[in-house]
Structure formats: structure tokens, C-alpha cells
């Protein structure tokens, strides 16, 4: 009965099983379930080693010890291998096959001893009173934890295919990631200058990468809207049109704070019916910004449709090492490469690198993080621009 998967057992009450939702039962009741299978088991040993007493006395007579003590190693012998032992192993090897059934047996001998129990887990809780122990007796009002379901998960890889089994994994960790952890940073934002010349405009409505557009006046700091690029289309055939034309199919700017947790904004997205949202921090100030495809790879892994500033940031070289661009986010480095950079702190390779050095570094700085050798290729102002990253230490020492 301990020894029952609770999960399956819920899974069959919720079928309908009616020897699982007597199970269920006992098991919600835990004190009387033990308090009659410890009477049961005490009382049959008591017995069986009194009736050995008794046999022995009367074949062997009153005055021999010998035979005395062997009755008692025999009936211990025979209650440890019979009794404890063989039939334990195996109701725990199959705990189900041998719960269900029982159950009736066991709600039956519960009915019966339940005058004896009663007054014995009396007592008992009597005795836990005054030690200050508290017990929770209904074992189904616990709780699992993210942590305990996780487990459970990665415990489950033989019934799961790995890409299911890592999708749920993903799924359960997305409550600790934050919107800026996957956002598109503000440096990479594709985006419209409303101020711009009606030519320039339309050239760059005809060659971007995405169907939505922030739209700013003057500087990214100014967002006025978000455009969908398909609504221009019309404006895009004249040779001339006028820029309040263009402001007006603007959308209103949804803005994000940026330390919102993913799955809190995939539920403001469905409830939103959007899929852009603008990043800001406490300040108010344009981080970058982060869209519903952005929160959907986090579970179900990277598209293959990406724009041509989101490839060819991973270079592999003959000698194992990879040519990586520092605004690379450290995310789609473990997630891509296999590494195992620290996510606490710094976003992108770029941050990771300054953080750990507290300085700005020249081309030709090398370093070791998280045991990954580090060389410093590129540099522009102020920002690491290439790195070449070698195979961790370790992974050299085994090879």
C-alpha cells in the first residue's frame, strides 16, 4: 500500500477503478490503515509463537530448554522468511497488482479492529501531542514541488521520447526565466524611423525581416507604434504618401517590465491577443523586446525560420574551437552548443565576458569561464565583438 505509485493511483480513480478509489481511501486515512495491518501482523506473531510454545512444551515436555529456544529460532526464522520478508519484497516488486486487491481485505479488518485501533491511535496521537509533533495523516494533501516534478520527468525518459521528455522539461523551468532573459536585445531591434524620407521608408518595409515593426520618432526611446507590415502594403505601391498616413495603421506599444516571468507573459499575450511586446526596466528605458515565437522556443525549441541577423553566429573551426558573436545570449549557447555558462548574471557572451574580467578587454585577451577557454578575437567600441570558444578542459583530459 506504501509502496503504490500515487500518481497511477489518481490516474485509476479518475477512470473510475472502483478497488483504486477504495485504496485512495485507506490511504487518505493512514492511521487507521497502519493501526489495523500493525494489529493484524502483531497478533498473528504473538500467536504463532505462543502455539510454537505450546507445541514444544507438549512434545519435548516443561524442563527442556533446548528445545525451547530451537521452537523460538525456528517460528522467528520462519515469521522473518514467511511473514516479513518474501511477501514485502514482493508486494513492494508489485505494489498495484497486490494494493488493489487487498484493499477489500484490508477495509474489512479495519471495520473489525477498529475498537482496538481506535483506543491504540488514540494513545498515540496523545503521546505525538505532548511531544509536539505534528503529522500530517491524509498523505494525498501533500504537494509536489517544481523541483519534485521535474525529477518526475526526468525520471519518465523510458515511457517519453526525448524530444517530448525535453519539451516538458522546458515547460516545467520556464516559471524561473524572465522576459529578459530571451528578449531581442534593443542593439538588434529592427525598427522604423517615422522622421525618415518616404523612399527610405519604403525600401525598408520592402526588404525587413518581420511582419511586425516598431515604429519610433527620432530615437528607439521614442516608440510611437507597432506597425504590421502587411497593412502598408497599399502605401508601399504609391510613390509618395504622407507620414501621418503611415502613423495612422500604427498599433499601440505594449510595454513589458523586464524582470516579468515567461510564462506570466505567455498568458498576457493569449489574453492580449499580441505577440510583440517592448522590454523596458525600472526606468522605463528600452531594453529590447521580446515576441510570442520568442516564449514558444523556449519550450519547443529553435524554429527554422530565422532572420539573417539571427544566423551564422556559431563558426566551428577544425581544431574543435567555435568562432561565437559576443551578442550572442548565453541561452542559445547552452541551449545550441552544449555549454554550461552561468545564466545568474550577464545575458549575452558580451556581458559574461565583462562581468567576469570588470574591464573592457582588447582583441587578443584570453580567459577561462565555467572551465570553457575564452579568447577574445574582436573588439569595438567597448563591446566584444567575436570570441573563439575551445572545448571545456575537461572534455580535453577525456578525449
Known sequence: MMALNRHRLSHLVRKGNKSAKLTAKLLAQTDKLLG??????????????????????????????????????????TILVLSEIMPKIIAASFPERVALP????????????????SVATALVRRFLWLLRIKVQVDQSKYKMSM?????LVLESEQFLPRKHQKMLLNLVDIERIAVNDVMVPRNQIEALDLD????????????CHHTLLPVYEGS???????????RALALMRREDFAREELHDLLHEPYFIPSDTALLSQLQHFQERQIRLGLVVDEYGELLGLVTLENILEEIVGDFTTQSPAQTGRFLRQDDGSLLVEGSTPLRDLNRKLGVRFPLSGAKTLNGLILEHLQDIPEAGTSLKIADYPIEIIQTHDRVVKVVKIFPALHQKANE
Not at 523612399?199 to 520592402?206: F, I, N, P, S
Open 147 to 151: 523541483e519534485e516534478l521535474r525529477m
Open 220 to 230: 528607439l526611446d521614442n516608440i510611437v507604434g507597432i506597425l504590421h507590415v502587411r
Open 102 to 117: 487487498s484493499s477489500y481485505v484490508l477495509s474489512f479488518l479495519i471495520k473489525l479492529f477498529h475498537p482496538v485501533v
Open 196 to 207: 525618415a524620407e518616404p523612399g527610405v521608408l519604403r525600401e525598408q518595409l520592402a526588404t
Open 36 to 77: 489495523s495491518i500493525l494489529f493484524g501482523n502483531t497478533l498473528l506473531n504473538v500467536a504463532a509463537a505462543t502455539l510454537t510454545e505450546v507445541i514444544v512444551l507438549r512434545l519435548f515436555g516443561d524442563h527442556n530448554s533446548v528445545a525451547l529456544i530451537a521452537g523460538s529460532l525456528v517460528i522467528t526464522f
